[in-house]
């Protein structure tokens, strides 16, 4: 089945760094979401992207639908050790689908 | 406030051994799904449940079977279980089919011996 690319795959950064990550897909979404999941547990949802160009926000997470309906991205400002995590991003083709398509993860350590 | 509920957490069984894994949701929501997640590899969808009474296939339903018993609970059955089981299997449940987000629950992670 068809797999959303994540990057980078894992990172590793100091507490207090910017994070960045991103989502790409060959085909068209008309929805992007972000999930975490923490060790142990299932993904949360994040954040949800409807439209092209939607920027939106939760705490110090921002997340953005592109342009191309190809991509999205998702930063974190200013990364404290409770963000370590497996960072998500789900996409979905069409209106009325339960097709969400999961990207393959983005494992996020953080050292302080 | 549980939300989704899935047990067991830990499971092991041998080859060709059935089991079922067991969801319930206290959200009164209309849809529920079954994933699993594999190393590398992002969720994959198993079967879903639209609304009560209702089932259909996702993208790796050989091998599975599930239940909607009712309006909370949608149960997932392994009838011969084999080693490419093996994985975390999640549940999640939302307000209604076309709903943004899910919830999921924290998972039954299986070992198939």
């Known amino acids: 089945g068809q797999q959303l690319n994540q990057s980078p795959q894992s990172m590793f950064i100091q507490e207090g760094e910017d994070v960045s990550m991103n989502c790409t897909s060959s085909?068209?979404?008309?929805?992007w979401l972000w999930y975490k999941q923490d060790p142990g547990e299932g993904p949360v949802l994040l954040i949800a992207?409807?439209?092209?160009?939607e920027l939106t926000s939760n705490g110090r997470l921002t997340a953005q639908f592109g342009i191309t309906r190809k991509d999205s991205f998702l930063n974190i400002s200013a990364s404290i050790p409770s963000d370590v995590g497996i960072y998500f991003c789900?996409?979905?083709?069409?209106?009325?689908?339960?097709?969400?398509?999961f990207g393959t993860g983005t494992r996020l350590k953080v050292l302080a | 406030n549980a939300g989704v509920t899935q047990t067991p957490k830990f499971q092991v069984l041998k080859t060709g051994q059935s089991m079922t894994l067991q969801c319930a949701q206290d959200?009164?929501?209309?849809?529920m799904y079954w994933y699993r997640q594999d190393p590398g590899m992002g969720l994959r969808l198993i079967y879903y449940?639209?609304?009560?009474?209702?089932?259909d296939k996702g993208e790796v339903p050989n091998g599975y079977n599930v239940s909607r018993l009712n309006k909370r609970e949608f149960s997932l059955r392994l009838e011969s279980a084999a080693p490419s089981q093996t994985s975390v299997y999640f549940c999640?449940?939302?307000?209604?089919?076309?709903?943004?987000?899910?919830?999921f629950g924290s998972g039954t992670r299986l070992t198939v011996v």
């Open positions: 085909s068209i979404f008309n929805t």
């Open positions: 959200m009164n929501h209309n849809s």
């Open positions: 999640a449940s939302s307000e209604e089919f076309t709903s943004a987000g899910y919830t």
């Open positions: 449940s639209a609304s009560e009474g209702t089932t």
């Open positions: 992207l409807y439209k092209a160009g």
């Open positions: 789900a996409g979905k083709f069409t209106s009325g689908t339960y097709k969400y398509i």
